[in-house]
């Protein structure tokens, strides 16, 4: 029965670490910007020149 205490108590600290960063990310302005994602594969990336 300890070892189900000791689970418990081990999840619940995981998810509330996985909380406090998923807010602090929602407040630094990580997922702010949910258009730029969607259209960014319509556009070519220029292709880098070796001049040498």
């Given at each position: 029965m300890s070892v189900?205490?000791?689970l418990i108590a081990f999840s619940l600290s995981i998810?509330?670490?996985f909380?406090?960063?998923f807010v602090i990310s929602t407040k630094n302005g990580q997922y702010d910007d949910v258009h730029t994602p969607s259209?960014?594969?319509l556009f070519e990336e220029?292709?880098?020149t070796n001049n040498k």
């Open positions: 189900m205490i000791l998810a509330v670490a909380l406090v960063a259209i960014r594969i220029e292709k880098p």
